[in-house]
Structures are given as C-alpha cells and as structure tokens.
C-alpha cells in the first residue's frame, strides 16, 4: 500500500528567501479515512472507536481498487 503513504495534497514553493520548500500534509489514507468517517460520524449509535476502525478500513479498501486500475 506504498501509493497510500504519499501525500494526499503536497505544496512545493520556490522562495526567492528560503529556496525550494515542499509541504507533504495528510496522507491519501489518512485523508480518504477522514473523508470516510464524515458519513459515519452522523449515526450516533456507533462508538467513535467503531467509526475510526471503519474508516481506516474503508480507506485501505479504496486504495486497494485504485491500485488495481493500472494493471
């Protein structure tokens, strides 16, 4: 799941003071579970522990079926 682990959004700037500087962010896991855990947070009947586990499997599964898309 390497393609989980890259930057979801990263911003690179080239400052005439600083140089190159690059800002990495959320992860594309942590930020498809975020996304997922929107939905899930309005059903009260669930724990938040539930909802962070889910969400994180929600996440992995995604980026499994996009993995497979290119091959």
Do not use: H
């Amino acid at each position: 799941m390497d393609n989980g682990n890259e930057s979801a959004y990263p911003l690179t700037e080239d400052s005439p003071k600083f140089g190159p500087r690059t800002w990495l962010g959320l992860t594309k896991r942590e930020y498809f579970a975020a996304m997922a855990m929107q939905g899930m947070t309005s059903n009260n009947s669930i724990t938040v522990e539930t909802v962070a586990a889910w969400a994180v499997q929600y996440a992995d599964a995604l980026l499994a079926e996009l993995g497979k898309e290119g091959k």
